[in-house]
């Protein structure tokens, strides 16, 4: 039987996507869990897989068509099947119930900012375009170095690191100098962030508590585990962190949860959320059932979706469905901040770097590994007293790391 193929909602505020590419045609097998499209959000292109087995019976919409979340974009079936003419136009009607954009987007010349380019005839990865489009790159003028000459994500650095900024006539050059203003264009991913940002601090009533963790214990485990791992498998500290989160918020469920109306809604998984920065900002990677995976499965899943959300090839999986958020700035020497609760969450952990510092212990004055890491919790759900006891809690696991391996 026939499966419809629909646009994946990747995050609460979602609302489309642009489908790049189609990776499979019509009359082209493919099982379920195979790439059928590449569309584009404003996190970043994201693979779409099949959820179905079989044949590519109908491909819904073109390549270059902005589609609304959950309109059907493809049918999947049995060979020969035959599309009903009510379920191909109705998926059509949904889609068409918004307008389309012009296929191909217009990508303009930083020396050049009044001529439109056609960049359908340029081979390029679709994140290069993307990125590209968004700094305003002439695809063009870009020797790409991929497969076939095809112009990849570091061929646009490189060829951002020798443009020329453009000069408006408005603004005063110093002749002495030649120091200019320089004005740039926000890529679609950092406007998302700054929407969401500003909605997160404008509707949820946020307060802080810091705790001081003592590291000691954890790095020299962390030291012991890795002389066994071989080094694309060693463990980090923020591995060791993310599994005591998630035992911790198994036993603060309040914090492990989002309110609606009057109601708060306690989540049954605890799936942590990794903030990673990507090209234009951030992105949150999703850890699933963090709390019942070794600290090697975390470590590994953290890896693999990380180094795809860098290259603008997260899976939907790879984003959704996070309850609770972390933040590590730990590898810029940094000795606290706070971060932003991402909604509709409860709360996000700010981490901050692990240092050895003079520390007082006994009457005597030694060195020792300290951390410091800051909650931001929702006031309409919690208060001071839980989110301190979240953090001592936190800290026994932490400071006495065999904890989280039995």
């Known amino acids: 039987m026939a499966e419809t193929i629909s646009m994946p909602k990747l995050g609460f505020d979602m609302a489309e996507g642009l489908l790049v590419r189609w990776v499979k045609q019509v009359g082209e097998s493919i099982n379920k869990g195979d790439v059928l499209a590449e569309i584009e959000t404003d996190k970043a ?8 087995t079989g044949v590519v019976l109908q491909l819904i919409v073109d390549q270059g068509t902005m589609v609304p979340v959950n309109a059907p974009i493809a049918i999947v079936g049995n060979a020969g099947e035959v599309v009903s ?11 068409d119930e918004k307008p389309a954009p012009q296929t191909q987007p217009t990508v303009v010349s930083v020396q050049q900012a009044s001529a439109p380019l056609d960049t359908g005839s340029v081979k390029a990865s679709p994140l290069a375009k993307k990125i590209a489009r968004d700094q305003k790159v002439d ?14 994500r570091k061929d646009i650095e490189a060829a951002l690191s020798h443009q020329s900024p453009v000069t408006s006539p408005l603004v005063p050059v110093s002749l002495t100098s030649g120091l200019v203003d320089k004005t740039t264009t926000t890529t679609k991913l950092r406007q998302a962030i700054g929407r969401r940002l500003v909605e997160s601090k404008t509707t949820i009533p946020h307060f802080y508590v810091t705790h001081e963790f003592k590291m000691d214990a954890l790095m020299d485990m962390r030291k ?12 980090s500290v923020n591995d060791f962190i993310l599994k005591g989160v998630a035992l911790s918020l198994r036993q603060f469920p309040n914090l492990n949860a989002t309110i609606k109306g009057s109601e708060v809604i306690q989540f049954g998984h605890v799936n942590v959320g990794v903030a990673v920065t990507v090209p234009g900002g951030l992105m949150t990677v999703v850890v699933k059932d963090t709390d019942q995976k070794t600290l090697r499965q975390i470590s590994g899943e953290v890896k693999v979706m990380a180094a795809r959300a860098r ?3 997260v899976k939907p999986d790879d984003v959704d469905g996070s309850t609770f958020s972390t933040s590590n700035l730990g590898m810029y020497d940094v000795e606290d901040f706070i971060a932003i609760i991402n909604p509709p969450e409860a709360g996000i952990l700010a981490i901050s770097s692990a240092r050895e510092v003079p520390v007082v212990e006994g009457g005597e004055l ?6 410091k890491a800051t ?19 936190l800290a026994e696991f932490l400071e006495s790391p065999v904890r989280m391996l039995v």
């Open 45 to 52: 292109t994201v693979e779409v897989e099949s959820s179905a």
């Open 375 to 393: 909650i931001s919790v929702d006031h309409r759900i919690s208060d001071g007293a839980e989110a301190a006891q979240f953090m001592q809690k």
């Open 311 to 313: 290259d603008g090839k």
């Open 366 to 371: 030694k060195v020792g590994w300290r951390m």
């Open 85 to 95: 003419e009510q379920k191909a136009e109705g998926g059509k009607q949904q889609v």
């Open 224 to 235: 012991q585990v890795n002389a066994y791992l071989p080094d694309n498998e060693k463990v």
């Open 139 to 152: 695809l063009s003028n870009v020797q790409g170095t991929g497969p076939g000459g095809r112009i990849v």
